[in-house]
């Protein structure tokens, strides 16, 4: 095998985020300090800055199935990776692609909102999500309260993920940096039950980004042929180092410095 045909694809459907901080461009940094080629479907564009979502416009679903059926014609794809969606119409189209690689992982962030406030998906969008796209997941990525909203009727967090389990998803992990805990305590959950429980340093700031970066990192594991479990965790790792390593350029949250190991590995050369 030459190191061309080592790198693995990963197909990204997200919006465009002009900031640079989350959205499509958080997916191509993340998969790039993966070791994966990242082949971006733009599902939205959005109007946003470091501190909320000002609009947003889907693109026609045609589109978006042109562009992901011009790939998938050409690369091996060894990951799917699903952000924003954009739109109901979106969503079915996603779906249909995906039916056509049932042995292909995919991980899904169930994007509400943008990390700084302003709404990325209406009800029924992620009503959606949740009949058509859930139960094609091997990992599902939301944050504690896009997990309340995804099961209203659970009490705790655990019973959330127990009913979000039913709609069909493999794993999913709940991230619970907007708890009012001292470290960030993540949840994996498969299977029925709690499966394991990730505690992380809580930094002082808040991001842009985080969570697209969580779940591009988890694909592109599984894109290099990684256990779900061990993506998983490894994911976290470089996810919380992003974070560690972020930086303030706008007048809104921080942005994951998903380069860190660039700039680490210049300083050590000098």
Known sequence: ??????????????????TGGAGIQADIETLV?????AAPVITAITVQDT??????????????IAQARAVLEDMPVAAFKIG??????NVEAIH???QDYPDVPVVLDPVRAAGGGGELADEEVVDAMVTLLFPLTTVLTPNTLEARALAPEADTLDACAQEILENGCE????????????????TLHGNRRQLESFSWERLPASYHGSGCTLASAIAGLLAHGMEPFTAIHEAQEYTWETLKHGYRIGMGQYLPNRLFWAREDEDQGA
Request: contains cysteine; glycine residues 8%; proline residues 2%.
């Open 1 to 18: 095998m030459t190191e061309q045909q080592s790198i693995p694809v990963v197909m990204v459907f997200a919006g465009c985020d002009s």
């Open 33 to 37: 300090s993966m070791g994966c080629h």
């Open 51 to 64: 501190q909320q979502v000002q609009g947003y416009t889907a693109i026609d679903a045609a589109l978006v």
């Open 84 to 89: 924003m969606v954009g739109s109901v119409e």
């Open 96 to 98: 249909s692609l995906l």
């Open 171 to 186: 794993f999913v992990l709940i991230t619970g940096a907007h708890e009012n805990t001292a470290a960030v305590i993540n």
